[in-house]
């Protein structure tokens, strides 16, 4: 079954506390994204990976960081997270940038206190 | 600014009557996917209109891109409560812009 997986589904940290989401795809996709979904907002890429070792920004960056070691795995690690980063964050994977279906995460809930 | 705006942002109604959820932008797409999204889970693809003027139909809904390719409309027909969600619009160049998106509740 095709999957994106991500954790934690639920988490509350506070201010500064790195952490780390995880993303894991089984499609074999090259493409990957970060989203964060706000309210009246909408959905907005923070980052996203073309391919292994190939990761660029999104519209709303800052604050976050990511990596793409392995094709499976596209980890999103916040390193000082602060309350603005309170949002449901979702990974997505398709076999290209656009066009072609994308596979989302269930979304993770991140509140930071 | 949202680059796509969605209208209505919410909308409810009894199950049977019918329902347009509207997708407007000032810039021309490639192409336009319409996502529903459900309380605990992530969006998922129901179609993806490429040529102005286009409409496809998905059982009860009916999905249609404007001639200019800036705009689209998903109308659904006789709704039921399984239809409820969330309807978002992305519109596709070399990436996915989202719409804010449209809270859709249908009362039995």
């Known amino acids: 079954e095709a999957q994106v997986t991500q954790n934690p589904r639920y988490l509350i940290t506070v201010t500064g506390k790195k952490l780390t989401v995880t993303c894991s795809q089984n499609m074999n996709h090259e493409y990957m994204s970060w989203y964060r979904q706000d309210p009246g907002l909408g959905l907005r890429q923070i980052y996203y990976s073309m391919n292994v070792e190939v990761t660029d920004k999104g519209d709303v960056p800052e604050g976050y960081k990511v990596s793409r070691k392995e094709k499976r795995n596209f980890p999103l690690i916040l390193e000082s997270p602060s309350p603005n980063q309170t949002s449901l964050y979702f990974c997505?994977?398709?076999?290209?940038?656009?066009?072609?279906?994308?596979?989302f995460g269930e979304g993770s809930w991140l509140t930071v206190v | 600014t949202q680059l796509l705006e969605q209208s209505p942002q919410f909308l409810s109604i009894q199950e049977g009557e019918n329902l347009t959820v509207y997708c407007n932008s000032s810039?021309?797409?490639?192409?336009l996917q319409w996502y529903r999204q459900e309380p605990g889970e992530g969006p998922v693809l129901l179609v993806t209109v490429v040529t102005g003027g286009e409409v496809k139909k998905l059982k009860r809904l009916t999905f249609q891109f404007g001639d200019a390719r800036k705009d689209s409309s998903l109308h659904i027909t006789a709704a039921q409560p399984g239809d409820t969600g969330l309807y978002l619009c992305?519109?596709?160049?070399?990436?996915?812009?989202f719409g804010a998106g449209t809270t859709v509740t249908v009362r039995a």
């Open positions: 992305a519109g596709v160049d070399y990436k996915l812009s």
């Open positions: 810039s021309v797409f490639s192409s």
């Open positions: 997505a994977s398709s076999s290209m940038p656009s066009g072609n279906t994308i596979y």
